[in-house]
């Protein structure tokens, strides 16, 4: 069936230090969103991408989505200990009636 | 404005007891969706609805209903809980699809162990 793959699973970085997790569709998608979840709180919705090769920022975050809309990335530059949680892209296949498909998510946790 | 808010929080059962989960929002949202969470396995998607009156099944429906009699709720139920429902259950709505109002909002989640 149509998957989402995301990488890795696990991330530890130091305070300052980049970090990039990467999403990856078995099918073109017609959008891709990013959620983080906090430990022990629930998804909250980052943001959405649409169109092939876009490139959206939200301050140390840059989110980018492939030329071919299959994959997907987000990094954060200069990571602080606020940015600790797991991100999870998710996107909705071509053609589907309308279901996204969550990648595993990436668990990132940030060293002071 | 609550959102998306979700009834039990946290819920022991044995194995065979049924249960209902409750998710409800205020934002007069069209879709609403069920899905577990699992650790490693992501958010899959378990029933959805498109609107009052309509369910559809998503990834893991067996061994789960729904009902959506009114727009505001979405009720997920365990007729027969087995340990492999053991799990942290997450209610989201959003406005539609196929625009670019897809937006999902998550309710806090209820917790949910089977013995």
């Known amino acids: 069936g149509q998957q989402v793959m995301q990488i890795p699973q696990y991330q530890h970085v130091q305070e300052g230090e980049d970090f990039t997790t990467y999403c990856n569709s078995s099918?073109?998608?017609?959008?891709i969103q990013w959620y983080k979840q906090r430990p022990g709180g629930h998804p909250v919705f980052l943001i959405q991408?649409?169109?092939?090769?876009e490139v959206k920022k939200q301050k140390r975050l840059t989110f980018q989505f492939g030329e071919a809309k299959k994959n997907s990335s987000l990094h954060i530059t200069a990571t602080q200990t606020t940015d600790v949680g797991t991100y999870f892209c998710?996107?909705?296949?071509?053609?589907?009636?309308?279901?996204?498909?969550f990648g595993q998510g990436t668990t990132l946790q940030v060293k002071p | 404005n609550a959102g998306v808010t979700q009834t039990p929080k946290f819920r022991v059962l044995k194995t065979g007891q049924s249960m209902t989960l409750l998710c409800a929002q205020d934002?007069?949202?069209?879709?609403m969706y069920w899905y577990r969470q699992d650790p490693g396995m992501g958010l899959r998607l378990i029933h959805y609805?498109?609107?009052?009156?309509?369910?559809a099944k998503g990834e893991v429906p067996d061994g789960y209903n729904v009902s959506r009699l009114k727009k505001q709720n979405f009720l997920l139920g365990l007729e027969s809980a087995a340990p492999s429902q053991t799990s942290v259950y997450f209610c989201?709505?959003?406005?539609?699809?196929?625009?670019?109002?897809?937006?999902?909002?998550f309710g806090p989640g209820t917790r949910l162990l089977v013995l």
């Open positions: 989201a709505s959003s406005y539609e699809w196929g625009l670019r109002r897809e937006t999902q909002y």
């Open positions: 099918t073109t998608l017609s959008n």
């Open positions: 991408l649409v169109k092939s090769g």
């Open positions: 998710a996107g909705r296949p071509s053609g589907n009636t309308g279901k996204l498909i």
């Open positions: 934002m007069n949202h069209e879709y």
């Open positions: 609805s498109v609107g009052e009156g309509t369910t």
